[in-house]
């Protein structure tokens, strides 16, 4: 009878037994991959590599106290996912929510019509209206610039449904200061937008200077203030 011949097969991918320095070079791998480099501001690049040289140091410690032995490979994967979600914390922290979210809070839906056109766009065509004398459509332009910029500083969010009185006494919480501008503003939106009102010049200076007066006020957040 032939013996049967023996044969070794070397499964793929990283040893499953790793020494400490292959540990380390799997990891600063992971680290290394285009995702993560990616997802970082510029600003921020010194302290990862501080944190990164900081975990390889913890790295060092901790194999060296193992004089050598073999690693379980349990215990590399337990590492990673650890920094891994570390890092979509630290991200989370310093992104806040995903982009999308806030993209979805700034465009579409804008008491009753749907509009992508930003703060600056709305702005630039209520004066444009304004210049033509043309004051009803500057009036609701303008209202729906301050609407919009105030979403865009996440400070006030509209939905659809979202009113135009309603928009105005929820800004009054975080500005306080511009309690009754914004409800005078609010009804004169709701008057050239839905009662067939014409809009006059004065209700347009009105409702400029509370869109500089918003821009350049920092809100306060007081939740107590905001309108039942």
């Given amino acids: 009878m032939i013996a049967a011949q023996k044969w070794s097969v070397t499964p793929p991918g990283p040893p499953l037994d790793p020494t400490a320095q292959q540990a380390r070079a799997q990891l600063s791998a992971e680290l290394s991959k285009p995702e993560y480099q990616a997802a970082r501001p510029s600003g921020l690049t010194l302290l990862l590599q501080q944190a990164q040289q900081a975990i390889s140091k913890w790295l060092d410690d901790l194999f060296s106290g193992l004089n050598g032995a073999p690693i379980n490979p349990n215990l590399i994967v337990a590492i990673v996912v650890v920094l891994v979600v570390a890092a979509v914390l ?101 008057g050239v937008r839905y009662l067939g009102a014409v809009g006059t010049q004065a209700q347009w200076l009105a409702m400029s200077q509370l869109e500089l007066g918003l821009r350049e006020a920092r809100p306060s957040f007081d939740l107590d203030r905001v309108d039942a």
Wanted: net charge neutral; hydrophobic share 45%; with cysteine.
């Fill in 90 to 190: 630290v991200l989370f922290l310093i992104f806040g929510l995903p982009r999308l979210n806030r993209r979805s809070a700034r465009v579409g839906s804008l008491f009753g019509d749907e509009d992508d056109r930003d703060s600056v766009v709305l702005r630039r065509d209520a004066e444009h209206a304004a210049a033509a004398g043309d004051y009803t459509t500057a009036i609701a332009e303008e209202f729906r610039s301050i609407a919009r910029a105030l979403a865009e500083r996440t400070v006030v969010t509209t939905f659809p449904g979202t009113t135009a009185s309603g928009f105005a006494s929820r800004a009054a919480g975080a500005f306080p200061d511009f309690r009754q501008a914004l409800r005078d503003c609010a009804a004169a939106f709701d």
